[in-house]
């Protein structure tokens, strides 16, 4: 009878021996697999702490350079006066007095102009570094505009004067070449007089927004300052910053706070006042040109200003704005109320026949407060019996102002 085959020992224990071998390959590529992502993984984290180390050694170094600075001594501000060669000059120390000293070779010598400022050491009074011109018109007050958003659609009632304006500011900016071919040199500035509120701030700034003008806004008491020569420094830099704008316009409200007639006062609080109109009137019809720097005033006090300021060469063209008539008054009061949900009953007409004697601020609060009392009924129309409540309210709010300003001056 025949046996059934069977496995040998040898050959069982070979097929053994490789599934063991297979099992060992297949442990040992995964166990290859987790090393080789292990060593991803640290090289990352490597490639990072370097990284993070770079950055620590600059932050030290940026805090022991900042510790350097701060125990090295600190320096005198001086400023230029006189330039010898390019390596001595004369300079004027915050102190007062006035030193002949020498610049470091590091400073280049076109740099160095009479009227900069500059850093000087304490020991040597050496200049170490020339600052920056710092223009402090932006920090004290001064409106800086690209160009503003009111136009001459804005202006009611004031025709003629938005003529003059476009003719003395307007037309030289825009059309330079005309003046060229006719002969003549454009008006340098324009001086807007008149009652408060009648929109002498207003037509400066249509006037800049139809040139597409740089516009400087500054008030004339903010020329005035604590300190001798800082209302001149204030008012050179002023025309300094506008031509490097141009084409700009200067507009110094309230002028008549540094314009003021000169007088023989002998208080240093006068005396300043005075350099400082000095520069300005230098600076208005000086040695050098303006450019396309046109410079507009404004005062309702004409009647106190110093005559040079009011000469031809200064102020080409003196122009009035004076209250509004009848048609002036109607204009303002269509451009105050085109936005607002009138009723039939409204009459602009009558309006302007009862508010005479007021000014363009004065129809503006007489058309805001019409508008309150609609609200205050709960309203979505304005009547015309707003208005005649808003002009009585309006009318007493000044009449009470008026009698506590006489008042005050009574007993003051």
């Known amino acids: 009878m025949g046996e059934n085959p069977k496995h040998t020992p040898d050959s069982h224990n070979e097929e053994d021996i490789a599934k063991y071998l297979l099992e060992r390959i297949s442990n040992l590529e995964s166990r290859n697999m987790e090393l080789r992502e292990q060593v991803r993984q640290l090289e990352s984290e490597k490639r990072y702490i370097e990284t993070q180390k770079i950055r620590y050694e600059r932050e030290i170094r940026k805090l022991k350079s900042e510790i350097e600075q701060l125990r090295s001594p600190p320096l005198i501000i001086g400023t230029i006066t006189d330039v010898i060669d390019s390596n001595r000059v004369i300079i004027r120390s915050s ?9 470091s070779n590091f400073i280049e010598p076109e740099s160095l102009k009479p009227g900069i400022r ?11 570094e020339v600052l920056p011109q710092s223009y402090d018109a932006a920090v004290y007050g001064m409106e800086v505009m690209e160009a503003p958003h009111e136009t001459y659609g804005d202006i009611g009632g004031l025709g003629q004067q938005i003529t003059e304006i476009q003719e003395a500011v307007e037309l030289p900016l825009k059309k330079p070449d005309l003046f060229k071919t006719v002969g003549i040199e454009p008006p340098k500035g324009v001086l807007l007089y008149g009652p408060p509120g009648t929109g002498k701030t207003l037509l400066a700034k249509a006037v800049a ?57 002998t208080t ?20 050098e040109s303006r450019g396309e720097v046109k410079i507009i005033g404004a005062t309702n006090r004409i009647d106190i200003l110093d ?67 609609a609200i205050r009924a709960d309203r979505e129309v304005v009547t015309q019996d707003d208005f005649l409540r808003a002009i009585e309210k309006v009318g007493l709010d000044f009449n009470r102002n008026h009698l506590g300003t006489t008042f005050g001056a009574m007993f003051a």
């Open 95 to 103: 102190a007062g007095p006035r030193f002949l000293v020498r610049t």
């Open 118 to 128: 500059c850093s000087l050491n304490q020991q040597s009074l050496a200049i170490v």
């Open 307 to 373: 005559r040079a300021l009011l000469r031809p060469g200064r102020f080409d063209r003196i122009i009035e704005i004076p209250l509004p008539d009848f048609e002036g008054r109607l204009s303002i009061l269509r451009i105050h109320t085109a936005s607002m949900n009138l009723d039939e009953s409204v009459n602009l007409d009558e309006i302007s026949r009862l508010t005479e004697g007021k000014n363009g601020s004065d129809l503006k609060a007489i058309c805001t407060e019409a508008g309150m009392y």
């Open 209 to 265: 927004h139809e040139t597409n003008a740089y516009f400087l806004r500054v008030v004339g008491s903010e020329l005035v300052q604590k300190y001798i020569g800082e209302g001149a420094r204030l008012v050179r830099e002023l025309f300094e910053h506008a031509k490097k704008q141009s084409p700009s316009i200067i507009f110094i409200d309230e002028i008549d706070a540094i314009g003021a007639h000169r007088s023989e006062s």
């Open 268 to 287: 240093s609080g006068d005396r300043e006042v005075q350099r400082t109109l000095m520069q300005l009137l230098a600076e208005m019809d000086g040695f």
